[in-house]
């Protein structure tokens, strides 16, 4: 039998699109991985310090959509941006800081945002991933993100 790119490996999912959240976490569960779901990239931020749990989480990838809002009570709406996050990601003295890291959108000017995303840090940059991938791009970028940083 051969083994899964994910067996015995953490994902963190930084996704706010409820269906899209859904379809990543299945896509990534069944490539092997345990998946962690968060929002926004200030709840990653808290999931990978440790937070109210006290001790940091080793990542063995990190899949972000490259935008994401937060509600506040006062419905405020704090917009992240995947590519500022990435960056302070790469930065960081965190056990994270070389986890691969797979940044995607549904921009409709991806290849902008690609040199940008490359740029911060990111290892893949893919638009985002659609139920029926024939070619299956999410795989793919998956294991060159998987290979660029082992």
């Known amino acids: 039998m051969t083994k899964k790119i994910g067996e015995g490996k953490i994902a963190l999912l930084i996704e706010d699109d409820t269906v899209h959240k859904k379809i990543v976490k299945m896509r ?40 994401t809002y937060e509600k506040s009570y006062s419905d405020f709406i704090k917009h992240y941006k995947g590519i500022n ?14 986890t691969p890291t797979i940044l995607h959108t549904a921009s409709k000017t991806p290849a902008k945002r690609e040199k940008e995303a490359l740029a911060a840090g990111a290892d893949v940059f893919l638009h985002k991933v659609i139920p029926s991938d024939p070619d299956d791009a999410f795989l793919k970028a998956v294991q060159k993100a998987m290979s660029k940083r082992k």
């Open 28 to 67: 990534l569960q069944m490539m092997g991985f345990i998946v962690v779901t968060t929002i926004h990239h200030r709840e990653a931020d808290e999931i990978i310090s440790g937070g109210k749990q006290n001790h940091e989480i080793k990542f063995d990838l990190i899949v972000s959509d490259n935008n």
């Open 85 to 98: 996050w990435i960056k302070k990601l790469r930065k960081s003295k965190t056990l994270n800081k070389n």
